[in-house]
């Protein structure tokens, strides 16, 4: 599946859990907060040049060099993730507090 069909696919899901969380909670507020929140974390997963971020931390800081795999526009197979302990942990933090914030607003 590409780029296209995942954010495509993303969109949808969000779309669908707001009409969700709209019927369940009849507040435009909490809906609008999920928009937010959902849009955050699919352009934060989806957006990002992960060719560029899948090298080691230390080299994040220096150009990439020119040459890309051809078919860099897809995205990675499952066997080609490289755990970065860094990187999960900064991804961790961030949405964590993200989710927290989006909790804080759905429960109130």
Not at 11 to 27: E, H, P, R, W
């Amino acid at each position: 599946m590409g780029r296209d069909e995942v954010l495509r696919f993303c969109l949808v899901t969000l779309g669908a859990l707001m009409l969700l969380v709209g019927i369940a909670t009849f507040s435009f507020k909490k809906v609008t907060a999920t928009y937010i929140f959902g849009i955050l974390g699919i352009s934060g997963i989806l957006l990002p040049d992960w060719e560029f971020f899948d090298r080691d931390f230390k080299e994040w800081f220096s150009p990439m060099p020119l040459r890309r795999a051809p078919n860099s526009d897809r995205v990675p197979q499952i066997g080609r993730f490289k755990f970065y302990p860094v990187r999960v942990a900064f991804i961790t933090i961030i949405y964590s507090f993200g989710l927290y914030k989006w909790w804080m607003i759905m429960s109130s």
